[in-house]
Every structure is written in C-alpha cells, then in structure tokens.
C-alpha cells in the first residue's frame, strides 16, 4: 500500500542525531532552500573568515579597529575600574587588547561555544596581561548563560564587536538584546559594533571579493555537511553569489545550483532546479536611528556613538 511505501521509505532515513544534521535538513527541506550561518565556523571555516578580515575590500574588521583605537581613551573612560568585560563570541584578540590598554578590568570573560579556542585565546592573553584574571565560559552566547560568581560584584561591561549581530535576523538580534541586558544585569553597558547601511557597490565588494575567499567560505559549509554529515555535495556544482537586499537592509549570501541535480544526506534526496539557491546568510546593515529604535526597543538606552570619518561602521555604547 501507499502506507506501507511511505514507511518503508521513512525507516531508511537515518535519524538525525546532531543539532547541525537536525538544522541542514530542516533547512534543506525549505522552500527556498536556507542554511544558518552559524555553521560556516568549523576549523576550515574560521581560518577562511580570518583570511575574509584583511581583504582590501572586506571594510567591516579593520574599520571598527581603526574607530577603537582612534577613540580608546574615550571608550575606556566609559568602562569603569574593575568592571567585568563579557565578550559574546571571542575572536581575534586585536579590538579586545586595544579595550584593555584603555582601560583597568578587574576580569574579562569571554563566551564562546569553542572551549579549545577560549583556551589557547585565555594562554595567549596571558602572556601580554598576566595580571587580568580570565573566566571563559563555554556556552553558546544567543541562549541564556550564567556569569561565573567570581565576577557577581563587579560592574559588568558587554562586548560583541565584529557586527556579528548583523548576521541575526531583526527578531533574534533583539532577542539576544534583551538576553544579554539579562545576562549583564542592572547598571551594566554595552558596546556593540554595527555595520552601517552603505552604497550597494561597497557592500557588494566587501561580500564578493576578487580573490574569491568568501566564496570559499560560503561553499565550506556544503564542504561541512559532506564532512561531518556524510553528505555527497558537489561543490564544482555550485556558485558563490551575494547580493545586496535595499528593501530588507541585507546582503545576501546564496549558494545557486548550476545545473538539476540531486543531493545525497542522511538517507534523504535534495533535489535542485538549475539556478536554485540555498540561501547561507544574511548580514544586515543599519542606519544609527535604526539601529537605536533596535536598542530601545530591547531595553537598551543608547549612550555614546562613534563612527569612522566616513560613516561607514559605527560603535554603540548601550546602558541596561
Ligand atoms: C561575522 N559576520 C559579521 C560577517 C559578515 O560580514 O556578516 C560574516 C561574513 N560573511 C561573509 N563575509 C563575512
């Protein structure tokens, strides 16, 4: 019978026991096509966005740097003495060692999903401030977490630099907004970078590089599921294309399917039409006023504002 066709198919399904093979068949099986961009940072992926910081055309990264280091005496006289600095999601240390010349933490605690990569950031760190007590905390930073209580007492400074949030969608930025004034407590800041809302020529550089590293980085996720799913993506069958959205305030970045064809994973077809995508990340740009209605809309009251002489990333101070 129909029934029984339909059950034998489901039994050969292997079921899905990872939240990422949960997650890429979820998103797979959608119309249009999506993957979430949280899955890029793999090894192989967060060396490729490393490389993606110092293209000539990738602005966002050495931009904020250059808005940290310009303006750090007046930053670091916002973050007071002995506070504890909470990182969301630790990177590359260089905007966190420019902070900590500014200013006299009592802790920093940075938060990130990766325990091995907090480890050797916490040794490296070391070395250059061996007087700076660090607490990591292995968590993954866009669900409710506990500080550690050795921090309970200091004054709590929030840091999520990177315009990170601009890869969330509007109601999951404004729900980690609200999070993290949780998290941080009453009486605490936070300073947060935001990609600000730009010509399409410069954003669409910035997304389509000419040595094709964010290509790379785009198509490592199919790269991903084939490693770690067992999935049989041809990446030779796919293209890299990103794509301003003016209405909706985003770059997208897409994968298009080259030709029809079908894709193996867990048991199950995935078929593509020629020119089919799977839409891998957004990354929305704001305007200042958009981005403090985002703010206060969450809690936060905009405190100080600094931008780059040419208006092209700015850095929020909030207050819980
Ligand atoms: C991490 N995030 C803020 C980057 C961005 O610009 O949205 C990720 C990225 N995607 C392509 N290039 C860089």
């Known amino acids: 019978s129909v029934h029984a066709a339909a059950l034998d198919t489901a039994q050969r399904f292997d079921e899905p026991t990872s939240a990422f093979a949960r997650d890429a068949i979820e998103g797979l099986s959608k119309q249009p096509k999506q993957l979430p961009p949280k899955y890029f ?30 303006r750090a005496a007046e930053i670091g006289a916002m973050i007071p003495q002995g506070a504890a600095l909470v990182e969301f999601g630790a990177g590359s240390t260089a905007k966190l060692r420019t902070l900590l010349s500014a200013c ?11 325990g091995d990569f907090l480890n050797a950031q916490a040794a490296a760190l070391r070395l250059d401030f061996p007087e700076l007590a660090i607490y990591p905390v292995t968590a993954d930073f866009t669900a409710p977490f506990g500080l550690p209580h050795t921090v309970r007492e200091m004054p709590k400074v929030g840091f999520f630099p990177g315009s990170t949030i601009g890869n969330f969608e509007p109601f999951e930025a404004c729900g980690f907004l609200r999070s993290a004034r949780k998290i941080l407590g009453p009486g605490a800041m936070l300073l947060i970078g935001v990609d600000l809302e730009k010509d399409d020529r410069v954003l669409s550089a910035a997304y389509n590089d000419a040595a094709g590293v964010t290509a790379k ?90 931008t780059d002489p040419d208006g092209m990333f700015s850095l929020h101070a909030l207050a819980a």
């Not at 490389?51 to 990738?58: A, F, V």
């Not at 006299?104 to 940075?110: R, S, T």
């Not at 796919?238 to 970045?253: C, K, L, P, Q, S």
């Open 41 to 70: 940072y793999d090894a192989e992926g967060s060396a490729l966005f490393e490389q993606i910081t110092g293209l000539p055309e990738y602005y966002p990264t050495r931009t904020e740097l250059g808005i940290l280091r310009q």
């Open 104 to 114: 006299a933490l009592g802790a920093y605690v940075p938060v990130d999903i990766s």
């Open 217 to 306: 980085f785009n198509l490592n996720v199919l790269a991903r599921i084939n490693r770690e799913l067992g999935g049989d993506f041809d990446l030779a069958a796919f293209v890299h294309r990103a794509i301003y959205n003016r209405e909706r305030h985003r770059i997208e970045m897409h994968l298009i399917s080259r030709t029809a064809q079908t894709v193996h994973l867990l048991g199950r077809n995935i078929s593509f039409r020629a020119g089919e995508s799977i839409h891998t990340e957004s990354s929305y740009k704001y305007s200042v006023e958009r981005f403090n209605a985002l703010a206060r809309g969450s809690g936060w009251s905009p405190q100080a504002l600094w």
